[in-house]
């Protein structure tokens, strides 16, 4: 029979050594986050009906992967989690009790251009308080994010926020006509990419009044000292506007609760130029930036209109995508993640066959004190077997055969060092104990 | 705008509340003990292209979801996790150390007529240990599988064992043709439907000879007092015949290393009837079973031929399919999960606006000492508070509002019995490390 290549779709990776072990750990550093806030998971499907799906994307909606079913509907992998979740809510809106509390983190699916760090499935990770609009929520959203970073061993990351409504009302006090505000956030949104003249070219491509732009660079450029100044200063060019003030009333809010809360003063970064691209956003926008590495590690914000697709209700919705794929890109690279990548904490030699209940005995004892253990399923060479321990970077092997156990003794190998000692059988769970 | 109804595709089910917890909690419980045992998580994409998972399933074929992807290529959803194993493991074949040991607890999809405990999108959760032909293998994935269901509260649980070249070399020794030897599989296969009279009348149809189907049943009758009296009567039926022997040879080995595992004798039953229906084993193969429960909890088994349709080589695995769905119906079915199926196990009233910062204070010192925590967002009444506390089912509450804070006390109230007690703010973390 001809054999089938054996091969990936580009964009669809297999996961697996140390790749999985790091995407295992951050993913339980932020489950383990998210359930001390008490966040609760869900679940929604990997496919929906298409129509659920688009017409909320835009021009990336030509990114769906959609079919026709067996049965004939139309049906589309999920592209993100936050549409999803505003048919979740409206779905089941009686069975919930708000705010209500989600995280979710798992797969989605783009047919984007598969290029570095761009897979066409791979993972969100998303909390999202819905029903409430309080900023008490906004700032736990930032306490979230700060504590969760922090145990990852990146304390010096920063939080650059925003609010929607003061740039709302700063671009409402400059006249500029209604249809041409969302133009003023999309041209600063290119911020990163293409600089402050860049923005100013942007700007007029977009049909933005000549006399507003300079006034719209100097807001996006405020760079005060902290963030008390820099919100005094924001505040004097929105002064009199209803929504530019609710705006920095929110920010002072946040700012507040977040000092509360213990976050350092540094951590937070008022930015008048983030706008964080989506549409949706209403109100507080916030993204998490890392010096020296490009792009940012969450991203998120308040969206008054979660589920207005699907209900007449205005239910509102404060959340963040950790960016689960980049956050994983720089844990390896920096050799971040957990040190000992390997399956098992210890290997157990089979000396011979007749050592099996020994070693099923002693593989069985650590176990139960906690530990991962592989052990030999035939009895082979000895070096051929520690030569596997070693491809598999187990760090300790535990070697005993017929005379050892006449002694009650086992040897353990270190496999870094080389190092053997003789250890009583007796003392080898205590031993291992330590190294859990 | 006209609204879109929110509707989830039927066999595509959105999973929260008790239900998420339960799955959570049987997935946790799989996926430590896949660890101590020193199984290494790998995933495999979602979807991967056609021909990897067609020529495989016969006429279940037909529910694989398929589709022409952006790039007009044939692409498909992983019908299960072991045709992706094999293009795995032959894919990466020399960055693999053998015997490779992997789990994988994930999404799959067929478009099966969706009824009552079968969905189109659910989990498999399952280990292989691939590349040995070591019965300690076969013997170490009936010690997980015992570890599991005992932990999860199923110590009741039974293990069925059958060997293929047991009654591969059974039914040579009947003279029967040997392309009428899958038929005879597939009869014995329907037992626990159609009963013994089913399986004569399906042995009839098809085709398998007549002189035979009386030594057939009898087989599969045999029901001796224990194991080791059934593989001594199992024996004489395949006496002489070299299969058949070396059928019996590995049972009686796989029980003496479950003795040694200390897996309870009752725990194991030889059961000449077992098949299990795929056709690809070729060795022992192993079914879960719980008296009072309809189907298996798990089933697997070893084979040969895993990656023969990627490779020429000969790789031999084997493992099990634990039967996640099933299994989550009976522990919510039975109320085995956890107790508490609150998103937290306590949650802080605010009492007034001012009490903002104590709150978040105390909520901090309790997370760090572990426990899940939520706040109220908005100090609205108090009666509100504890309404939304009670619909989450959150065991206890904590309220302080400036007088408490005076006497530097709190007031902890049970949400089960309503009691409430006053507790000094030094002692709050030592009286909640205790819920834990």
Redesign the interface.
């Known amino acids: 029979?001809s054999?089938?290549?054996?091969?990936?779709?580009q964009g669809?990776?297999?996961?697996?050594?140390d790749e999985?072990?790091i995407?295992?750990y951050v993913k339980d550093v932020w489950e383990k986050i998210f359930?001390?806030?008490?966040?609760?998971?869900?679940?929604?499907?990997?496919?929906?009906?298409c129509?659920?799906l688009t017409?909320k994307y835009g021009e990336e909606e030509k990114l769906i992967?959609h079919?026709?079913?067996?049965g004939d509907?139309q049906?589309a992998?999920r592209y993100d989690q936050t549409v999803p979740l505003?048919?979740?809510v409206?779905?089941?809106r009686n069975?919930i009790?708000f705010?209500f509390?989600?995280y979710e983190i798992s797969?989605v699916?783009r047919?984007d251009a598969a290029r570095k760090g761009r897979r066409?499935?791979f993972y969100q990770c998303d909390i999202d308080?819905v029903g409430?609009e309080?900023t008490?929520?906004d700032a736990?959203i930032l306490q979230v994010l700060y504590e969760g970073f922090k145990i990852l061993g990146l304390p010096e990351h920063k939080i650059l926020l925003n609010h929607r409504k003061l740039i709302s009302g700063f671009v409402q006090s400059l006249k500029i006509p209604e249809n041409k505000e969302i133009e003023v956030y999309r041209a600063i949104d290119k911020f990163d990419k293409v600089g402050i003249l860049g923005v100013e070219k942007e700007l007029k491509d977009r049909g933005v009044p000549q006399s507003a732009i300079p006034k719209i660079i100097e807001f996006i450029s405020a760079s005060e000292k902290n963030n008390k100044e820099m919100i005094d200063e924001l505040e004097k060019l929105v002064k009199g506007n209803e929504l530019g003030e609710k705006g920095i009333r929110e920010l002072r809010e946040i700012l507040e609760?977040c000092e509360?809360?213990?976050i350092p003063k540094e951590t937070i970064i008022i930015s008048p130029r983030l706008v964080r691209g989506l549409d949706y956003y209403t109100d507080a926008v916030f993204e998490v930036v890392l010096e020296g590495w490009p792009g940012s590690f969450a991203g998120g914000g308040r969206y008054a209109g979660l589920c207005s697709?699907?209900?007449?209700e205005n239910i509102n919705a404060t959340g963040v995508a950790v960016g689960f794929e980049p956050l994983c890109m720089l844990i390896a690279e920096r050799k971040m993640g957990p040190e000992n990548i390997s399956?098992?904490d210890v290997?157990i030699v089979?000396f011979s066959n007749e050592m099996?209940?020994d070693v099923?005995?002693l593989a069985?004892k650590l176990?139960k004190a906690g530990?991962?253990?592989?052990?030999a399923?035939?009895a082979s060479k000895l070096g051929k077997q520690f030569q596997?321990a070693d491809?598999?970077k187990i760090p300790k092997v535990i070697i005993m055969g017929p005379d050892e156990k006449k002694e009650g003794i086992c040897v353990v190998k270190d496999m870094g060092s080389g190092e053997q000692k003789e250890v009583a059988l007796g003392e080898i769970v205590k031993l291992f104990a330590l190294y859990r």
């Not at 697709?309 to 007449?312: G, I, V």
């Not at 530990?371 to 052990?375: P, Y």
């Open positions: 029979m054999k089938i290549t054996p091969r990936t779709l669809f990776d297999d996961r697996h050594g999985m072990v995407r295992n359930q001390k806030f008490g966040y609760s998971a869900i679940e929604t499907p990997s496919l929906e009906y129509e659920i017409g992967y079919f026709k079913d067996h509907r049906v992998l505003a048919r979740y409206t779905q089941h069975l009790a705010p509390k989600r797969r699916w047919a066409r499935e308080i409430t309080s008490m929520a736990e609760i509360f809360a213990e697709r699907f209900s007449n399956p098992a290997f089979l099996k209940k099923l005995d069985q176990r530990l991962r253990v592989q052990i399923y035939e596997y491809k598999l």
